[in-house]
């Protein structure tokens, strides 16, 4: 994950540069020329063109990541208190702490133990013991078959037919 974080990582740097590039050939292209007709642009549109497939193929690149790792799970004294998402905790719901995944979001998590799925919405912002890789909620715990152990090897994935809206790209304006 790490070596594809990193490919996406450069991607966006050279997609942003070569932005701020095609933004500086935009503005002196649109500067008439030495004999007052428009500079010929095309090139910009081929480009500007070439950007919004490669930004779009990064988009969907970071949506299809898998995790693997140790979960474990809180409720009882949190139950109440505010949570990343800005509403107060439940532990009878379906819900998780996850340090990056974006809030609102839905997560596919799998107990490698016991086969045992849960589709979870990401609400708050954790875990924060070392080698952890995502709380669960009580409710979500239970599902998979966790609460016993308090901790248990999962595979996270983002969950298919997730109603989040997918990640904006910037585009160049169209001229």
């Known amino acids: 994950m790490g070596l594809q974080r990193g490919k996406i990582q450069r991607g966006v740097y050279f997609t942003l540069a070569l932005s701020g590039f095609l933004a500086a050939a935009d503005a002196a292209a649109s500067a008439p020329s030495v004999d007052g007709a428009p500079a010929h642009t095309s090139w910009a549109a081929s480009v500007r063109e070439a950007l919004s497939r490669r930004a779009h193929e990064f988009a969907s690149a970071t949506h299809a990541w898998t995790q693997k790792g140790v979960a474990s799970w809180y409720g009882g004294r949190f139950s109440g208190r505010r949570n990343a998402q800005g509403g107060r905790f439940n532990q009878a719901e379906l819900t998780a702490a996850h340090p990056t995944a974006p809030i609102g979001s839905k997560l596919l998590v799998e107990s490698e133990e016991t086969g045992r799925s849960v589709v979870v919405t990401v609400n708050d912002r954790g875990p924060y013991a070392r080698g952890r ?38 585009q160049a304006p169209e001229r």
């Open 133 to 170: 890789i995502i709380d669960l909620s009580h409710a979500a715990a239970a599902r998979i078959g966790m609460l016993g152990a308090g901790v248990a090897h999962v595979k996270i994935t983002p969950a298919s037919g997730s109603d989040v809206e997918p990640l904006e790209v910037a």
